[in-house]
């Protein structure tokens, strides 16, 4: 399911932020598609997930949707996706947030 971003939307929003080391970029936003594609995907209430490099080559952002908390919770606490989580904090500061659509605009 492709990513909608709407006032709408009945999901929540996990907006990811690493800060990595420039030489480890590539390999952070690696990792990320990986986990993406291999467990995060698979978990029940996921919606989806964009990956961002960051302009600045020592960034990369995560935005995701969840279908609940609950759901974005229960992922955190499989195994699977636990050893992956590990793995991008060994490589990344880690700053996870939750949010809702307030308010979209468009030209």
């Known amino acids: 399911m492709a990513t909608t971003i709407s006032t709408e939307a009945p999901v929540v929003t996990l907006i990811n932020v690493f800060t990595v080391e420039p030489e480890d970029q590539p390999e952070l936003v690696r990792l990320l ?19 961002h490099a960051g302009l600045d080559g020592v960034t990369v952002a995560n935005y995701a949707q969840w279908r609940s908390e609950e759901d974005f919770e229960a992922m955190l606490a499989d195994p699977v996706a636990k050893k992956h989580l590990a793995e991008v904090a060994s490589l990344a500061k880690v700053e996870p947030r939750l949010y809702s659509v307030v308010s979209t605009h468009g030209r």
């Open 33 to 51: 598609g990986e986990a993406t594609e291999t467990v995060m995907r698979h978990q029940p209430g996921f919606v989806s997930a964009n990956i």
